[in-house]
Each structure stands twice: as structure tokens, then as C-alpha cells.
């Protein structure tokens, strides 16, 4: 579907969609467990996928609106019927993996073609060192994967710079092994709130989990359930940068865009606000009401390291590029392994826009000011942070932008588009 976004101004009141990456979670840590309800849950295309993983390992997700009743497989996972499809979703495949060391078999994980490209390798070593099978059919490290147990624990060493979901997925399993798991770091840990979203996760559910000097560990034998039964899922800073970048760059003057369900959680993810702080948005943030105000600003560049937050890079660059001055991105090079090269993608598609960029494998800086932003025809690269990220540029940018893939953004924030119609944009969609 192509989208086309008119220069705009927006304002008004718009609710941010749950945490796809907390929701990720609930449903695993609830399909580990016997019954739960996961309230207020994302329902989109990723979170879907790890439902459908819990189901194959013997539970069940029954779905309404604003809760899922998880039947748990109570940490012992059944041996699917079938291979379990991850579509797109990298935070699946990794607490699958994991889980899928723990079944007394062999399971089989693949997903999309972007999906089949991303770096598995380090998680699939890590299930060897603990005994387990885990292959990689093609033997280069991606999906489709073998995998099979199970596994009892121990230690494992792993970087820590390709990919936190490792770390994630092998903290989930290891509550429900005899022994737990204790991971080692090789390397620093990028990505790390993901961690600590986890840990707060797992706390929520009545699971230990810890950081120690050499990395992480979890204790063997727990069982999971969340306080009364039920666990609610806070609102998503990372879908959320789009909805305060969109208000920083084309709020109608006098007025605002204010987003609701901005509880404060462990998500790294909130950096936005601060980023946007630094780029001279007088942006205000009422913890205690979960809302935050925005109105338009003129911006200028900043200089943000983006190795604990990396999903914001695309909506930073897209900033840089209405901003005036040099707005740069450091310590990047794990943005390149998500979706799409992100860092590539990003560059390229706000070049078409007239941006000016300068991009390097751990660095971008987006030189803003040079030119106005005029609209063009740019690919989301079926990547829903790039389409995002280019749809805030196109309420800035003159005339009119037309974005490829647009229905990739079911990914993470099915409403994106009505979002952005509900504060005064004429989104056009084609087929
Ligand atoms: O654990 C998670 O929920 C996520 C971790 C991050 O990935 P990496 O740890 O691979 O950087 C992030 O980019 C992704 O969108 C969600
Ligand atoms: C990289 C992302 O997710 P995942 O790793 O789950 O595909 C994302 O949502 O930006």
C-alpha cells in the first residue's frame, strides 16, 4: 500500500499504542506459566507471532479486545506439530529459540525474508554450550532453524553487541530449567533497557532474574504468575516517538500534540523525550498522568548515542533532518541489524527528501538546514520504523511525500495512520 502524507499541521490528543515489547514478553512469560490474562496487550502482526508460538508449545491465547486468557504449557513446552512461523518479528524467533532448548524434541523456527536474514548465531551457540541442539539450516547463523532439548541449564558466554534478545530469551527459559542459567558477556551490551524491561517482566510474573559482575543469571526451577492472575502492559515509547516527533515538527501554531499512556516503565525508549528536550522542543512530560505535550519548535541538532535505544534511531534521523545544524547518531552499527539496515535505509530514503547525510558503519549525522525538505516517492523497505520515521519527515516536507509499504507499520502500531488522521492529517492510501 503506498501512503501519501501532505506538508500538514496536527494537533490534539492521541493515545499511544501498548508496548510490543512488554507484550512480547507477558504472552511468553503467561505460555510458561499455567493461566493468565495479559491486559491492555499490542495486538499486531510481531505479537501475533509469539502467540501463535505459545499455542504450538501446548498453550492457548484466547484473544479478546483489550486482553488475551493465556492457558499456560506451565514450563513444559510440547514439541510443535508444525514449524513455527515468526513472520517478522526478531523478538519472537529470540525467546522462542530459547524456549524451544527446553522441549524434549526438535522444533523448527523460520519467518519472512527479512526475518531470514537477521544475525540468530550467537543464541544458537549459547543453546549448544547447554547442551542442546540448534542449527541453522543453511549454516550461516540465520532461520530457519533447528532446535531441540532439552536443556537442564548452565553457563553460557555470549557478546553482548549483536542483539539483547539473547540475553532476553535465555533469561525467559532459564526461570523454568532444573538448574537456571548464568550468561556471561564477551563483549558490552548494547541494547541493555531491553533487559531491564525484561527483568521488570519477570519480577511482575514472580520470576528472579539478576545482573551480576559477569552478565546476567536466573535461577532454575520457578514458576511464573503475575499478582491476582493478571498482568497489564504499559504504553510504547518507541511508537510513541513518532507521535512527539510529528507534534515537534508540524504542531499548529498556539497548539500542541498530546500523548496519553506515557507511564514512566523501564523502556529506554523514553530517551525521546529528552532528545527532543535537546533539540530545544519545550517538551513537557506529567509522569503522573501518563502525558506528554508537545508543540512545535524550531529545532536544532543534537548528538545522541543510540547503543541503548536503538529503535529510535529512524525518528531522530527524521528530526536531524528538519532540524538546523548537524544532528548526529553515534554508536549505531547494531541499528543494522533489525528490519532493514536501518542506518542505510534511513539515509537513503531522507536523501530523497533533500536531506543531507553523512553516513559511516557506526555513525550517521544528518546535516539539517542545508535545504528545505521537498516530498518525493520513498520506500519504507517493508520496514514499519522506517515507514514511521518517513511519514513524520513528510508532514514537514513541501509538498507532497508518497510512501511505500505503508501496511508494514501492523507490525508495531497498527493505527499509525488513523493516529496521524485523528490529528488533522489527510492521509491517501493506494493499493
Ligand atoms: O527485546 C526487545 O523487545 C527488543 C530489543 C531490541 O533489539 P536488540 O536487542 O536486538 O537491539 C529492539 O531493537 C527491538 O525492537 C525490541
Ligand atoms: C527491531 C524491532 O523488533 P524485532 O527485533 O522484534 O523484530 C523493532 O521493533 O524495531
Redesign the pocket.
Known amino acids: 500500500m503506498d501512503v501519501t502524507i501532505p506538508e500538514s499541521r496536527v494537533a490534539g490528543r492521541v493515545r499511544a499504542p501498548p508496548s510490543?515489547?512488554y507484550t512480547?514478553?507477558a504472552i511468553l512469560a503467561a505460555g510458561y506459566g499455567d493461566d493468565a490474562v495479559v491486559s491492555e496487550p499490542l495486538l499486531s502482526a510481531d505479537t501475533r507471532a509469539t502467540m501463535r508460538a505459545v499455542e504450538a508449545f501446548g498453550g492457548t491465547v484466547d484473544r479478546g479486545d483489550d486482553r488475551l486468557d493465556v492457558s499456560g504449557f506451565d514450563g513444559r513446552p510440547a514439541v510443535p506439530d508444525d514449524v513455527i512461523d515468526c513472520a517478522n518479528s526478531?523478538?519472537t524467533t529470540r525467546i522462542v529459540t530459547a524456549c524451544g532448548a527446553l522441549v524434549d524434541g526438535l522444533c523448527v523456527f523460520t519467518g519472512d525474508e527479512s526475518l531470514r536474514s537477521r544475525p540468530q548465531g550467537p543464541l544458537l551457540d549459547a543453546i549448544g554450550q547447554l547442551g542442546g541442539r540448534a542449527e541453522s539450516t543453511r549454516g550461516n547463523g540465520q532461520a530457519p532453524l533447528v532446535v531441540g532439548g532439552p536443556v537442564e541449564g548452565g553457563t553460557v558466554s555470549i557478546p553482548g553487541d549483536?542483539?539483547?534478545?539473547y540475553v532476553?530469551a535465555l533469561l525467559m527459559a532459564g526461570a523454568v530449567t532444573h538448574g537456571g542459567i548464568e550468561i556471561e558477556l564477551e563483549t558490552e551490551l548494547?541494547?541493555a533497557p531491553?533487559v531491564d524491561?525484561?527483568i521488570e517482566v519477570l519480577d511482575d510474573f514472580g520470576v528472579d532474574a539478576e545482573r551480576t559482575d559477569a552478565g546476567f543469571a536466573v535461577p532454575g526451577g520457578q514458576s511464573y504468575r503475575p499478582e491476582g492472575g493478571e498482568y497489564a502492559v504499559p504504553g510504547d515509547f518507541?511508537s510513541m516517538s513518532y507521535l512527539l516527533a510529528a507534534g515537534a515538527v508540524a504542531a499548529a501554531d498556539g497548539d500542541a500534540v498530546v500523548v496519553e499512556g506515557a507511564r514512566p516503565s523501564a523502556q529506554g525508549d523514553s530517551a525521546i523525550v529528552e532528545i527532543l528536550d535537546s533539540m530545544g522542543a519545550p517538551i513537557e512530560w506529567n509522569q503522573e498522568a501518563g502525558e506528554i505535550t508537545v508543540p512545535r519548535a524550531s529545532l536544532s541538532g543534537t548528538v545522541v548515542d543510540v547503543g541503548d535505544t536503538?529503535?529510535l534511531l529512524p525518528t531522530i534521523a527524521a528530526l536531524g533532518a528538519v532540524a538546523d545544524g548537524d544532528t548526529v547518531i553515534e554508536n549505531c552499527e547494531?541499528v543494522r541489524?533489525?528490519e532493514t539496515d536501518r542506518v542505510e535505509a534511513i539515509a537513503a530514503e531522507l536523501t530523497k527528501l533533500g536531506a543531507s547525510v553523512t553516513e559511516d558503519r557506526d555513525r550517521l549525522a544528518v546535516h539539517g538546514g542545508e535545504s528545505d525538505l521537498s516530498g518525493a516517492r520513498v520506500d519504507g523497505r517493508g520496514d514499519h520504523r522506517i515507514v514511521m520515521s518517513l511519514a513524520v519527515a513528510g508532514l514537514a516536507a513541501d509538498g507532497e511525500t508518497t510512501i511505500r509499504g505503508g501496511e508494514h507499520v501492523d507490525v508495531s502500531f497498527p493505527g499509525f495512520f488513523e493516529a496521524l488522521e485523528s490529528l488533522g492529517v489527510e492521509v491517501h492510501r493506494s493499493r
Open positions: 510490543k515489547s512480547h514478553r526478531g523478538t549483536v542483539s539483547s534478545q532476553t548494547k541494547s531491553y524491561i525484561t518507541s536503538p529503535d547494531h541489524y533489525k
